[in-house]
């Protein structure tokens, strides 16, 4: 629950390295979690975090491009 309060302040005030550390760290300890996720190797849940990150960032870029 800390990393998702902490992105949503991140992402409020477009703290890149904040969104994309939490970004990550919540998608990799969800990969952790699951069972099916689980079960793959350590490569492939840092590559589905690392998705994850980056598509928090560019989501949030996106919507600053939009806000202009």
Known sequence: MFLVAANTYFISRTTWTGIAVCGFGISYLW????????IGAKSEQIVYATGAMLGGLSGVLVAKIIKK
């Open 31 to 38: 990969t952790i979690n699951v069972r099916k996720v689980s």
